[in-house]
């Protein structure tokens, strides 16, 4: 099987996780839509919430965050300040790609960690004004950074096969 199979199943399956985060998405801006809506509602007409819907919209906010950021990594618009990095040679670009692709796997690796320790303690934790514990938001985070590893870990591998960087939009995203 050689390196082009390879990246073909590879595009083929980050294209369908890539559908299903962007109908996460939608769902989520969806439920913050109605939940917003409806608290708009609660506060100035009838009561709907005993609860408290802004502690919902928080939880939904953060897993948006890290959906979003997934998305945004996978199809290459993340913002970078590249000022100094078109000054230099190519060879050059393509090292300090590498280094910070790995850079980036230890920190979502260490937060990853950190994230799991941090679900221990939260799960006996209960959001005031809400049915749900602290570990909610923080599976967002964790699911977030379990999307973003595989990505950045065959960018990674593209790089250091000799790969050109991956197109901005992604071939099979695109479809």
Known sequence: MSFDDVERIVLKVSGYVARIVDLL??????????????QFIDRNYVTLWYDSPE??????LVWLC?????RASATG???RITFAQDMLSPGMQRIIAILLDVLLLVVV??????????????????ILGT?????VPVF??????????????????RALAGRPHMPDAHPVIED
């Open 25 to 38: 998405i939608a769902v989520v801006v969806g439920a913050l839509l109605v939940l917003v809506t409806s």
């Open 55 to 60: 502690e919902y919209v928080k939880i939904g």
């Open 66 to 70: 890290f959906l979003g950021f997934v």
């Open 77 to 79: 618009e993340t913002i």
């Open 109 to 126: 690796a260490f937060l990853a960690w950190k994230s799991w320790i941090m679900i221990q303690t939260a799960r006996m934790q209960i």
């Open 131 to 135: 049915d749900l514990t602290l570990d």
């Open 140 to 157: 967002g985070m964790l699911a977030g950074f379990g999307l973003l590893v595989p990505l950045v870990f065959w960018r990674l591998v």
